[in-house]
């Protein structure tokens, strides 16, 4: 199997089956842009990932799509990919992470009218709350069920750390007290360089008797590891994931990682949902795999990434 193979294989396994399809059974695909109207045409070359891919142009941009912006998303696209390539190494799914983002940061910063972000609109009649960052809430007033955490295994990239953390709320002042009592109670969380966090709530209130609202809370955390936190938002927001929170504790090994930290970052976070079953395979049947958890192709698929960027992935050393 080619590492392009592999590769294809990992990302559709993460984000599915129609995220990428083949148009001429050899080197050039249709890749799709989650919760975005424009395809794009991508072709590998026979000597990837030692030779550059190229994307060639948009394949569609949808009907109620903005004139002009599928010229933009090719030229977003276009930079993106040479940021993230390197010769020699896979870079695909790197272009997907930093696409989507580059496209969600294009709305919010510019307000373009062909940048409005779907995934993360809330109709007018909802109330929306964004109360302080959980980190810094005092949870000694308030009295929840202890948490029940869904841990991934642990990844290490260039001698930093990577766990992730997930489990059900159903309030902020609930995640803010978990997120609290986590680093109060677990000694080596609390040395963690970074303990990124991220929650999207959504609750119904009866306030006028017969007109029921929809109360919806989302907010994320950095803890110093700048924008990481608005990227395990997006990823709660593009999985369309509810009622959960989820932590990312990050050691640093000395290294610096760039914008490589924000896909190991995705990935262990995306890891935790999926072994929580917040997000879910249709069809699929774990296997056992000796040694380890059974996996759900989400996970098979982020340590088939792992291995071909050269990343190594262990059992968590908190288990």
């Known amino acids: 199997m080619s590492e392009l193979e592999g590769e294809i294989i990992a990302v559709k396994a993460i984000y599915g089956e129609d995220i990428l399809k083949s148009a001429d059974q050899h080197s050039l695909f249709i890749l799709s842009i989650p919760s975005h109207p424009v395809t794009l045409r991508l072709r590998f070359p026979s000597g990837y990932p030692n030779v550059r891919p190229d994307v060639e142009g948009t394949e569609s941009t949808g009907p109620d799509t903005p004139k002009g912006y599928g010229s933009h998303v090719l030229d977003m696209a276009r930079r993106t990919l040479d940021r993230v390539w390197t010769a020699g190494e896979v870079c695909l799914y790197d272009l997907m992470q930093e696409l989507e983002s580059s496209l969600a940061n294009a709305s919010n910063d510019h307000g373009h009218p062909g940048f409005s972000d779907k995934r993360i609109q809330v109709p007018a009649t909802q109330d929306v709350e964004q109360p302080s960052s959980p980190t810094t809430s005092s949870p000694t007033t308030f009295h929840f069920p202890t948490p029940r955490w869904t841990i991934s295994g642990t990844t290490i990239v260039k001698k930093s750390i990577f766990v992730a953390r997930a489990c059900s709320v159903s309030s902020p002042a609930q995640a803010a007290a978990y997120i609290s009592i986590l680093l109060a109670t677990d000694k080596k969380l609390a040395k963690a360089t970074h303990n990124i966090s991220a929650y999207r709530i959504r609750n119904q209130s009866s306030e006028t008797p017969g007109h029921n609202r929809e109360l ?17 938002l997006h990823l709660l927001q593009v999985t369309d994931v509810w009622g959960v929170l ?15 930290r924000f896909r190991v970052i995705s990935e262990v976070a995306r890891e935790a949902l999926v072994e929580g079953g917040w997000i879910e395979k249709k069809g699929y049947k774990p296997e056992k795999i000796s040694g380890h958890k059974e996996q759900s192709p989400a996970s098979q698929g982020l340590q ?11 059992e968590s050393l908190t288990r």
Not at 216 to 232: N, S
Not at 304 to 314: E, I, M, P, T, V
């Open 246 to 260: 989820v932590v990312v504790s990050r050691w640093f090994g000395g290294v610096k990682l760039g914008p490589d």
């Open 304 to 314: 088939r990434l792992l291995s071909l960027r050269g990343g190594r992935k262990h």
């Open 216 to 232: 919806v809370y989302q907010d994320c955390d950095d803890d110093g590891e700048t924008a990481a936190g608005g990227r395990l």
